[in-house]
């Protein structure tokens, strides 16, 4: 029998079982939807991997001349990169904890009831949902050494540091304000996480509690936490993956904190060293891949 024979029944479909018939028809409905993941995920990393390992010449006309690990060599060399990771590592870990933090105080805060509930709700959610460049810019407003609420407030009247300091411009400070600025607007994501379980834990498990003597701590401890132990874990990681990542909030704010993502933007375009760039974010990469595996090896089988 040859072969256009012996496929032309199964293209036909008459020695297809109707489980076999599903099944092609849920792999023709993907595979639209593979097809761009793949044009618009998977070769643009693909091609990012080439380059990698390449020395992008600054003439479109010339082609790629490959050069092996070199940029992995320099790059694992360079004490620039250790200090890009280092202050990437520090920006995620803090903005991340006092985050989620925030969300879980200002959670329990709102679980409560109280006149006017719903709509301080709906406030919390400003910082999150406002346009990203108009919170930056109000925020380098406020900040201002000169013209700045802040400064006014804490230097003028209460008198704790001298005015003149630029904290956003001063590569001392301007991390922790980067680090206060992300805190601020994202602990919204981690509150309406956090508020929607607490919200389902049975009043039932607080009221036994309260009638064995339990206190507040004590129920706190020994209650809530370990009801809420899955959404803080998915938050902490989520967001962890999404701040390793950062690029627009510090950029729009400040160009004296230099994370992973902004060294690889300031190689590939102010240096024009592509191949390098490529190499940084191969490594970055590498780390977010990482990060979701424990996101999903970790939270999603609890």
Same mark, same amino acid.
């Given at each position: 029998m040859s072969v256009k024979n012996a496929v032309k029944p199964i293209l036909n479909g008459?020695?297809?079982?109707?489980?076999q018939k599903e099944s092609l028809l849920g792999y023709a409905l993907i595979a639209p939807a593979i097809l761009l993941v793949a044009g618009v995920i998977l070769y643009p990393v693909g091609y990012n991997v080439y380059l990698s390992f390449t020395e992008v010449p600054l003439d479109p006309n010339k082609s790629p001349v490959w050069v092996g690990l070199q940029h992995y060599q320099m790059l694992f060399s360079s004490s620039e990169f250790w200090s890009s990771l280092k202050t990437t590592v520090i920006f995620t870990f803090f903005s991340d904890t006092l985050a989620t933090l925030g969300g879980l105080g200002a959670a329990l805060l709102f679980n409560r009831k109280f006149r006017g509930r719903r709509i301080a709700r709906g406030l919390m959610l400003l910082p999150y949902v406002a346009p990203l460049i108009a919170v930056a810019y109000v925020w380098q407003w406020l900040l201002d050494p000169l013209y700045g609420l802040f400064p006014w407030f804490f230097s003028d009247i209460l008198g704790l540091y001298a005015g003149d300091i630029d904290v956003l411009n001063n590569a001392k400070t301007a991390l922790w304000m980067v680090i206060l600025f992300d805190t601020w607007r994202? =602990?919204? =994501? $981690? =509150?309406?996480? &956090? &508020? $929607?379980?607490v919200q389902s834990i049975p009043s039932d498990m607080y009221e036994a509690a309260k009638i064995d003597g339990a206190g507040v701590f004590s129920r706190f401890k020994d209650i809530t936490l370990p009801e809420l132990k899955y959404v803080l874990a998915t938050v902490f990681l989520l967001r962890w993956i999404w701040n390793f990542n950062k690029f627009a909030d510090i950029w729009l704010l400040t160009k004296q904190v230099k994370t992973l993502p902004l060294y690889a933007y300031q190689t590939a375009f102010a240096n024009y060293a592509m191949g390098q760039a490529a190499a940084i974010s191969m490594v970055l990469f590498l780390a977010l891949m990482g990060f979701v595996t424990l996101y999903v090896g970790v939270v999603l089988d609890w």
């Open positions: 008459s020695d297809l079982t109707l489980e994202y =602990f919204p =994501f $981690a =509150f309406l996480m &956090i &508020i $929607a379980r």
